[in-house]
C-alpha cells in the first residue's frame, strides 16, 4: 500500500533539498478604489430596483390608489359660484396722494394710491365683517359658521387686474346663490361705508394739521418782522446799495475834513510863528506908515477895526511928527508932546494885538478840536459800515431762508385748505367705488369637487410615486447584494464568475461518467444516479466553474496562475463549494490539480469528496511527516487530488505563519498545474491574508441576497492592506441565469457529435 503511494504521487525531495520556487510579486488591484454611494442611482440601477421590488411597487401603488378612489367616490359633490367686483376705478386718480409730500408736515398716515389687494381679501374674510353676514345666513342655513364659511369661501385678485374674484362652494346650488347675493350686498355697504370713512379721515387728518400749520405761518411771519427791525431793513439788495451810497459819501466826507484839518493846524503854526514875532518886534512895527505897511504882519490884524484904528491914529501921529520935525525942534514942546502922545498909544496898541492874536489862536485851536472830533466821527461811522457790510451775507442768507420757510408753509396752509373743501364736496357725493361687474352666478351642472378623473389618475400617480419610494427606501435598508453587477459597481474588480443557484446539489458528481442517451428529440448528456431534473441544473452549475477556470487563466496570460486561495468575506458564501468545483473543473480540462484545505477552523473539503481526515496539512507542518503520505485522490476525477486540513490545531495562524507552511507550499507549487487553497473567512481572520501572500492571487466569494456590502468593502480594505493580490470576485447563487451553457450538451441530429463545437 505503501509502495502504491509512492508511485500514485510525486517526490518532493530531491537531492536532499527542499525546493524554494521563485513566487511572483502582484501589485495590489485595490489601490484607489473610490466608494459608490448608494444613493446615486442611475437609471440602469433604477429599472434594476424596480424590478427587484415590483411586488413592493405594486402593493404599495394599488393600496395608495384604491385608498384615493374610494375616498374620491365616498364624497358628496360640490358646486361652485363666483361673482366679480370692480374695487377700483379704472382711471385712479388719488384726492390725498399731494397731501404726502408736504415740506415741514411730519407722521402723514393718508392712503396711497393703489390698493393692497391681500390686506383687503384679509379684511372682507375678518370675524368683525363676516359676522353679521354669517348670522343672517344662519337663519335659513343653520349649518353655516365662521369656520365653515372660511373653508369653502375664497376671495382672489382676478389675474392682474382691479377685480376681486368672490367663490363659493356648497352641496347646494340655491345655497351658493343666496349665499354669493348676501356676500356682494353686504360687501357693497361695506365699500361705501369703507370710502366715507376713509373721506371723513382725510377731513379730520386736514382740521388736525391746520392749527399747527397756520402757527406756523404767524410764527414765521412774526420772525420775519423782528428779523426787518432788528436789521432796519426790508429787503437785503436794496440795504446793500444803500450801504454802497454810504460809504462813498463818508469816504468823501472823511477825505474832506481830514484835508481841512490839515490846513487847519498849517494855518495855526502858521500864524502861531507870525504872532509870535509880531508881538516881539519892535515899536516901529507899530508905526510903519501907510506906504510902508508890513508884508509879514498877520492877517487878524490886518482885519481887526480897532487895531487897524489905532495903527492909523499911530500913523497919523508919525505924519505929524515927521511934518513938526521940519518945523520944530526936537525939544521943542510940541515934538515932545507928540512924541508922549505916540509913546502912550503904543501900549495900546500892543495889548490890542495881543489880544486880537489870542483871540484867533483859540480860535484856531477849536476849529482843530473840532475837525478832529468830527474825522473820528466819520471814521467811526465808516466802521460801522464795513461791519454792516460785512454781516450782510449771513443776513441776506438768514432772510431767504425766513422767505422760503415763510413760502413753503403758506403754499402748505393754503393746498390743505383747498383739500379741505374738496374732501368736503367728495364726501358729500356719497360716490360707490365698488361695482358689480359679474352677478352671482352658481355652475350646477358641472362639480368642482371631487374630479373623480382627475383624482383617480392623480392617485394612480402618487401610488406609484410611493411604492417606487417604498423601493428605493427598502433597497437602502437591504445592504446586500443583488446582482453581479452591484458587486463589480462596488468593488471596481474583475468579476471572474457567476455561479447559479443550485438548491439540489449534496454531493459532487463525476463529470466524468456522463453519458449520451438518445431521446425522441436527439441526444442528451446525461449523469448517472440523479434525477431528469438535477440532470438539467446541473450542467449550467459544472460550466459555470469552467467558465471561471478559464478567465482566472487569462489574468495570468503572461505568468501562469499556479497557485490561488479562495475565500469569502464571511462564513456561509460557499467558498469551499467553489474552490472544490473550481477544483474538479481544472481537473476535468486535463490540469493536475490539488485543493488544500487550509481551513483549520472548520473544514469542509473532506466532507465534500468523501476523503478521511485523520491526517492532513496540520499534521505535515506540525510533524515530519512527508507530504506525499498525506495527499490523498479524490474519488471524482483522476486528475484531482486533495490535502485535507488534518487535526484541527489550537492556534492555526501560528501554523499558517510558519517558514515550513512557506516550504510545503513552494514544493506542492512545483508538482501540480493548479494548487488550490480553502480559507477561513476573511474578516476577522488573518488566515486567507497570510496564506494569499505567497500565491498567485487570491478569489473572494460573494454570495447573492446574503453578503453584507460593508463586510465585503472591510474585507477588501484588510486585504489591500495585507498587500495581497486579489485576481477578482465570483457571485455565488445567482438564482436566475442561462441555460444555454446546457444546451451544448443537448443536439438535435442523428449523433452527439454533428453540431459540436
Known amino acids: 500500500m505503501e509502495e502504491q503511494q509512492k508511485t500514485q504521487h510525486l517526490a518532493f525531495e530531491k537531492n536532499g533539498k527542499h525546493l524554494q520556487p521563485s513566487l511572483p510579486i502582484y501589485s495590489n488591484s485595490l489601490a484607489n478604489n473610490s466608494d459608490r454611494s448608494d444613493n446615486d442611482l442611475d437609471l440602469r440601477s433604477l429599472l434594476t430596483v424596480m424590478r427587484r421590488r415590483a411586488i413592493t411597487i405594486g402593493s404599495v401603488a394599488i393600496a395608495i390608489a384604491v385608498g384615493i378612489g374610494c375616498w374620491t367616490l365616498s364624497r358628496e359633490p360640490k358646486y361652485e359660484g363666483t361673482f366679480k367686483l370692480l374695487v377700483e376705478p379704472v382711471t385712479t386718480e388719488n384726492k390725498l396722494d399731494e397731501l404726502t409730500q408736504i415740506p415741514g408736515i411730519s407722521n402723514i398716515?393718508?392712503?396711497?394710491?393703489?390698493?393692497?389687494?391681500?390686506?383687503?381679501?384679509?379684511?372682507?374674510?375678518?370675524?368683525?365683517?363676516?359676522?353679521?353676514?354669517?348670522?343672517?345666513?344662519?337663519?335659513?342655513?343653520?349649518?353655516?359658521?365662521?369656520?365653515s364659511m372660511l373653508e369653502d369661501l375664497a376671495i382672489e385678485r382676478f389675474e392682474a387686474t382691479k377685480i376681486l374674484e368672490v367663490s363659493y362652494r356648497a352641496t347646494q346650488p340655491e345655497q351658493i346663490q343666496f349665499v354669493l347675493e348676501q356676500l356682494?350686498?353686504?360687501?357693497?355697504?361695506?365699500?361705501?361705508?369703507?370710502?366715507?370713512?376713509?373721506?371723513?379721515?382725510?377731513?379730520q387728518f386736514v382740521d388736525a394739521q391746520l392749527p399747527e400749520m397756520r402757527s406756523r405761518v404767524n410764527s414765521l411771519q412774526r420772525e420775519l418782522q423782528v428779523f426787518r427791525q432788528q436789521y432796519n431793513f426790508i429787503d437785503p439788495e436794496v440795504k446793500a446799495e444803500q450801504l454802497a451810497k454810504q460809504v462813498d459819501e463818508i469816504e468823501l466826507q472823511r477825505l474832506d475834513t481830514a484835508k481841512e484839518l490839515a490846513e487847519t493846524r498849517a494855518l495855526y503854526a502858521n500864524f502861531q510863528t507870525q504872532s509870535g514875532a509880531a508881538l516881539a518886534d519892535s515899536p516901529e512895527f507899530y508905526t510903519a506908515t501907510s506906504s510902508q505897511e508890513r508884508t509879514d504882519t498877520p492877517q487878524a490884524l490886518k482885519e481887526a477895526p480897532v487895531y487897524q484904528k489905532l495903527v492909523g491914529q499911530l500913523r497919523d501921529i508919525e505924519s505929524q511928527i515927521g511934518a513938526d520935525s521940519t518945523r520944530f525942534q526936537d525939544d521943542s514942546p510940541t515934538m515932545i508932546a507928540l512924541r508922549q502922545k505916540r509913546e502912550n498909544l503904543l501900549p495900546v496898541l500892543r495889548i490890542e494885538a495881543q489880544r486880537i492874536l489870542g483871540n484867533k489862536l483859540v480860535e484856531l485851536s477849536t476849529t482843530i478840536s473840532k475837525l478832529e472830533v468830527r474825522l473820528a466821527q466819520i471814521v467811526q461811522a465808516e466802521n460801522k459800515i464795513d461791519r454792516q457790510i460785512e454781516q450782510l451775507p449771513t443776513l441776506a442768507r438768514q432772510y431767504t431762508d425766513l422767505q422760503r420757510e415763510l413760502k413753503v408753509a403758506t403754499e402748505s396752509l393754503n393746498r390743505f385748505l383747498e383739500k379741505r373743501e374738496s374732501l368736503q364736496i367728495e364726501?358729500?357725493?356719497?360716490?360707490?367705488?365698488?361695482?358689480?361687474?359679474?352677478?352671482?352666478?352658481?355652475?350646477?351642472?358641472?362639480?368642482?369637487?371631487?374630479?373623480?378623473?382627475?383624482?383617480?389618475?392623480?392617485?394612480?400617480?402618487?401610488?406609484?410615486?410611493?411604492?417606487i419610494g417604498a423601493a428605493l427606501l427598502t433597497e437602502r435598508l437591504d445592504n446586500v447584494f443583488h446582482?453581479?453587477?452591484?458587486?463589480?459597481?462596488l468593488t471596481k474588480l474583475p468579476l471572474l464568475g457567476a455561479i447559479p443557484f443550485n438548491k439540489g446539489l449534496k454531493q459532487l458528481t463525476?463529470?466524468?461518467?456522463?453519458?449520451?442517451?438518445?431521446?425522441?428529440?436527439?441526444?442528451?448528456?446525461?449523469?448517472?444516479?440523479i434525477n431528469s431534473q438535477q440532470n438539467e441544473s446541473y450542467f449550467p452549475f459544472i460550466e459555470a466553474f469552467r467558465s471561471l477556470?478559464?478567465?482566472?487563466?487569462?489574468?495570468?496570460?503572461?505568468?501562469?496562475?499556479?497557485?490561488?486561495?479562495?475565500?469569502?468575506?464571511?462564513?456561509?458564501?460557499?467558498k469551499s463549494t467553489v474552490a472544490i468545483q473550481l477544483a474538479q473543473a481544472a481537473a476535468s480540462m486535463g490540469q493536475r490539480v490539488l485543493i488544500v484545505d487550509a481551513d483549520m477552523r472548520l473544514p469542509q473539503v473532506h466532507l465534500r469528496l468523501n476523503l478521511p481526515n485523520e491526517q492532513g496539512l496540520s499534521n505535515i507542518i506540525s510533524t515530519n511527516l512527508p507530504i506525499y503520505e498525506v495527499i490523498q485522490r479524490s474519488p471524482i476525477s483522476d486528475n484531482l487530488f486533495a490535502i485535507t486540513s488534518g487535526q484541527i490545531p489550537p492556534d492555526p495562524i501560528k501554523l499558517l505563519s510558519s517558514k515550513?507552511?512557506?516550504?510545503?507550499?513552494?514544493?506542492?507549487?512545483?508538482?501540480?498545474?493548479?494548487?488550490?487553497?480553502?480559507?477561513?473567512?476573511?474578516?476577522?481572520?488573518?488566515?486567507?491574508?497570510?496564506?494569499?501572500?505567497?500565491?498567485d492571487g487570491i478569489v473572494v466569494v460573494v454570495r447573492l441576497a446574503k453578503t453584507d456590502r460593508s463586510v465585503v468593502k472591510q474585507a477588501l480594505d484588510g486585504l489591500r492592506l495585507s498587500r495581497a493580490n486579489v485576481l477578482g470576485t465570483?457571485?455565488?447563487?445567482?438564482?436566475?441565469?442561462?441555460?444555454?451553457?446546457?444546451?451544448?450538451?443537448y443536439y438535435k441530429g442523428k449523433t452527439p457529435h454533428a453540431n459540436s463545437n
Do not use: C
Not at 361705508?193 to 377731513?203: D, M, N, S, V
Not at 446582482?483 to 459597481?489: G, I, M, Q, T, Y
Open 427 to 467: 364726501n358729500a357725493q356719497n360716490e360707490i367705488p365698488w361695482q358689480i361687474i359679474a352677478a352671482p352666478k352658481v355652475d350646477d351642472e358641472d362639480p368642482v369637487s371631487p374630479k373623480i378623473a382627475r383624482n383617480l389618475i392623480l392617485g394612480a400617480i402618487a401610488g406609484i410615486m410611493a411604492g
Open 184 to 203: 356682494a350686498k353686504e360687501y357693497l355697504k361695506y365699500s361705501l361705508a369703507e370710502r366715507q370713512t376713509t373721506l371723513r379721515q382725510g377731513i
Open 109 to 147: 398716515n393718508l392712503q396711497q394710491q393703489g390698493l393692497d389687494y391681500d390686506t383687503q381679501v384679509q379684511v372682507l374674510i375678518s370675524p368683525e365683517l363676516m359676522e353679521p353676514i354669517i348670522a343672517r345666513l344662519a337663519q335659513r342655513y343653520p349649518d353655516i359658521d365662521y369656520k
Open 660 to 695: 515550513k507552511m512557506l516550504n510545503i507550499m513552494a514544493e506542492i507549487r512545483q508538482e501540480f498545474d493548479l494548487v488550490v487553497y480553502d480559507t477561513p473567512p476573511i474578516l476577522g481572520l488573518a488566515d486567507s491574508s497570510i496564506i494569499a501572500k505567497h500565491t
Open 730 to 745: 465570483v457571485v455565488n447563487g445567482v438564482k436566475k441565469h442561462s441555460s444555454s451553457a446546457y444546451n451544448y450538451y
Open 483 to 489: 446582482s453581479p453587477e452591484d458587486l463589480k459597481e
Open 549 to 574: 477556470h478559464t478567465n482566472i487563466n487569462f489574468l495570468g496570460s503572461d505568468t501562469p496562475i499556479r497557485s490561488l486561495v479562495v475565500s469569502s468575506a464571511e462564513k456561509g458564501d460557499g
Open 510 to 529: 463525476p463529470l466524468a461518467q456522463a453519458k449520451v442517451e438518445k431521446k425522441v428529440d436527439g441526444y442528451k448528456l446525461v449523469l448517472p444516479n
